[in-house]
């Protein structure tokens, strides 16, 4: 009878301590210790500052979740591990199936009124994506790989999707890095444009009053999509599941007959790509694989791809302002919207033109770059796509 | 016939489907063993060799599309005699040597490719055909889609040194390849991403690169902004002309109005003259008084100064809320 409770005490010891060894405490390192801290840190921004908590607060617990340490032993958990759960949900991340999804909530949401009353605005939105090619000479100067530097560079057009589309085609060892730096630093838009703006705008250009845009037909607004889905696509077809998808979803929108299928596609199914595409990106930044030189490398890279981006596209607009007549002129506070961080960076044209003037209400100009910078990033990515895959 | 027609379009629609996945089945490489022993178990011709360990002749197809097709149910000859039109389809048929169904082989993934034996042993499984391809002399051969009729394609092999075979290079570029460098299911010329390569070497500060991306989104966002800006300029133009019709036709019902007023005898059902004129003078006034369906958007609101909240006008102009408080508790 003893001798059994001894053999039974044995054996309940030697299964915990196996146990023990599979707990987060026996596996921890301080690279886990650090990325779990940058997540919460994440959390924190999103809930005490308010910066993009829709992407910052699933992307923070990604992180802390991607980060629990574990006894690799084949229980099918990490997200890198075939036949997980997580590793099921990171699938639309790497085959990149997530971002056209993506673009097709946006383009459900997205009204191209303001673009198409003023067209001449688009060509900001194509200015602004001087950013991305900034940053890709800027990494080949680095070191990196043409892929690796195009993969990187995509960062300048503040488009999540876009930037995850592209390095999950050019450069997949990259992806994660590429991914949460694109979405932290969509989520500072707010910290690192005014500065630039400031910068590049005198007193009186930031007081510049635009005109009214006109009233823009519905005809118009449905023929938009089908006319920029035509014009992009002949011309990159390699960015066709992003633009395809875009213009799709403004189509369902402006067509007037599937409102039903429009708000399904803004509301309920974008939020659940959105929430996935989140959890996973955090996810994939197991400190292993992301606490490297590259990835502090390509977090200097975005910050520079960003202020390039809007750098480019405020004197873009200086440029447009010698050539166009006095009442025509163009705030150039509007030109950082030329990145396709929507709403966000039309958001700060706002707010910037507001602090300059509180009568001057530039939110509606604003729109008109930030959502040719959609397309302009769209567009930009499938030509890197054509020309390095 | 709206059913019909949606009917007739997804049929159109199918078929164009099913002729372009077979149409992307290529000939890539036809290899002639050069001796007739091909059959018997003695043979010790080294090269590919079959399920058995014989070599013999081969002819690879490759599915050059970058999606999944089955080659099932095609028919590959080198009998020139079938491309007679008139020929029917069962007739090609006892001609030709048809894949058979029901090997997941059969089943080619984007730029895949399998090679069928041409050893006239259709009986040793799906890779064999019922043909052998002639020694020391060209001749052709033809791949022809399920139905034995259409062509998919179709390669005239020249007459081959000992141990080589006839490849496509790329495209229509065909090429004879000495008998080291034969690639029986394998590509016919070493791929890497020569692209990258390319770049790094002839590009590597970017500037090209950037050059050519800012060329193309200028390009595209140009040609939007060319395209809406004109159909925004005839858009306008169809508004104002719109417009210009509604208010003609309104000074010529006014100046009807006006005549009717003058002569006094016209039919009014009723109703007075001055009513009718009334009514259009009220049209006018609120088309041209600035009442309209489209509105600026622009509100100016005007300070003006009135008394319902100056404090002079208050009964206590500073109120004690603390007195309030304390009834409360």
Redo the contacts between chains.
């Keep these: 009878m003893l001798l059994e409770s001894v053999s039974t005490m044995d054996f309940i010891g030697t299964k915990l301590a196996d146990f023990l060894t599979y707990t987060g405490f026996a596996n921890v390192e301080w690279a886990n210790i650090i990325m779990i801290a940058v997540g919460a840190f994440f959390i924190w921004l999103a809930i005490k500052k308010d910066f993009e908590p829709l992407l910052l607060i699933p992307i923070g617990l990604g992180i802390i979740l991607g980060n629990i340490p574990f006894k690799a032993a084949g229980l099918e958990i990490g997200l890198y591990e075939d036949n997980s759960v997580l590793n099921i949900f990171y699938q639309g991340v790497r085959l990149g199936w997530y971002p056209p999804l993506v673009f097709l909530g946006i383009g459900a949401m997205t009204d191209f009124g303001a ?3 003023n ?2 605005l ?2 900001i ?2 200015a602004a ?2 950013g ?3 940053a ?2 800027i ?3 680095m070191g990196f ?3 690796q ?1 195009a993969g990187i560079a995509i960062i300048g057009g503040a488009d999540g999707p876009t930037a995850i589309f592209l390095s999950s085609k050019l450069s997949p060892n990259l992806m994660g890095a590429i991914a949460v730096c694109a979405y932290s630093y969509m989520a500072l838009v707010p910290v690192i444009q005014p500065g630039v703006m400031k910068l590049l705008t005198t007193k009186k250009q930031r007081l510049i009053k635009m005109k ?1 845009s ?4 519905q ?2 607004k449905m ?2 999509p089908i ?2 889905l035509l ?2 696509t002949f ?2 077809p390699s960015g066709l599941p992003l633009l395809g998808m875009l213009f799709f979803g403004n189509l369902l929108k402006e067509s007037t007959k599937t409102t039903r299928l429009a708000k399904t596609a803004g509301s309920a199914l974008n939020d659940i790509v959105v929430m996935l595409l989140g959890l996973t990106v955090g996810c994939s930044t197991q400190a292993s694989e992301f606490l490297t030189l590259a990835t502090v490398k390509i977090f200097a890279l975005g910050a520079f791809a960003f202020i390039i981006a809007t750098a480019s596209g405020v004197i873009f607009v200086h440029i447009m302002n010698i050539f166009l007549p006095k009442d025509q002129k163009i705030n150039p506070l509007i030109g950082n919207a030329g990145v396709s961080a929507v709403p966000m960076a039309a958001r700060i044209s706002q707010n910037e033109g507001l602090k300059a003037d509180p009568h001057n209400y530039l939110l509606m100009h604003a729109m008109g770059p930030n959502v ?1 910078g959609v ?2 990033s769209a ?2 990515a499938g ?2 796509l054509g ?3 | 016939m709206k059913k019909l027609l949606s009917v007739i379009s997804f049929l159109v629609a199918s078929s164009a489907a099913f002729a372009q996945g077979a149409h992307d089945f290529k000939i890539n490489e036809v290899y002639v063993a050069t001796h007739s022993c091909c059959d018997s178990a003695s043979c010790k011709q080294p090269g590919y060799v079959d399920e058995y360990g014989q070599a013999a002749s081969w002819i690879e197809i490759e599915n050059t599309s970058y999606s999944t097709h089955e080659i099932r149910n095609c028919f590959v000859t080198i009998n020139p005699t079938v491309l007679d039109k008139d020929m029917p389809a069962p007739q090609r048929e006892k001609l030709m040597s048809a894949i058979p169904a029901g090997d997941p082989r059969t089943s080619l993934s984007a730029k895949q490719r399998i090679t069928f034996f041409a050893d006239g042993h259709v009986n040793r499984g799906t890779l064999h055909l019922n043909f052998t391809l002639p020694v020391g002399e060209p001749f052709t051969v033809y791949l022809f889609d399920g139905n034995a009729v259409d062509l998919l394609d179709s390669v005239s092999v020249p007459a081959l040194p000992v141990g080589s075979s006839y490849a496509r290079i790329s495209g229509d570029e065909w090429q004879v390849l000495d008998a080291d460098k034969v690639t029986p299911n394998a590509p016919n010329i070493a791929y890497h ?1 020569n ?2 390569q390319e ?2 070497e002839k ?5 090209a ?2 050059l ?3 060329g ?10 060319v ?3 004109i ?2 300029w005839a ?2 133009r169809a ?1 104002k002309l719109a417009r210009v019709r509604a208010i003609r036709a309104i000074h010529e019902k006014a100046e009807k109005v006006v005549e009717m007023a003058k002569q006094g005898t016209t039919e009014t059902k009723g109703i007075e003259i001055e009513t009718y004129a009334a009514v259009i003078g009220l049209a006018l006034h609120e088309y041209f008084g600035g009442t309209h369906d ?1 509105e ?3 509100l100016t609101i005007q300070q003006t100064h009135t008394t319902w909240a100056d404090k002079s006008h208050e009964l206590r102009t500073t109120p004690q809320h603390h007195q309030a408080v304390e009834l409360k508790k």
């Design positions: 673009l198409i009353a067209p001449k688009m060509l939105g194509a994506q001087f991305i090619f900034g890709y000479m990494a080949l100067a790989e043409p892929n530097a009214p006109r009233q823009v037909s005809t118009e023929l938009f006319v920029g014009i992009t011309i990159v040719a397309i302009g567009v930009a030509v890197l020309f390095l895959s | 991403n692209k990258i770049f790094k590009d590597p500060h970017g500037i690169m950037t050519m991306c800012m193309v989104v200028f390009s595209c966002l140009i040609l939007l902004f395209f809406f800006h159909f925004g858009m306008n508004a489209l600026s958007g622009i």
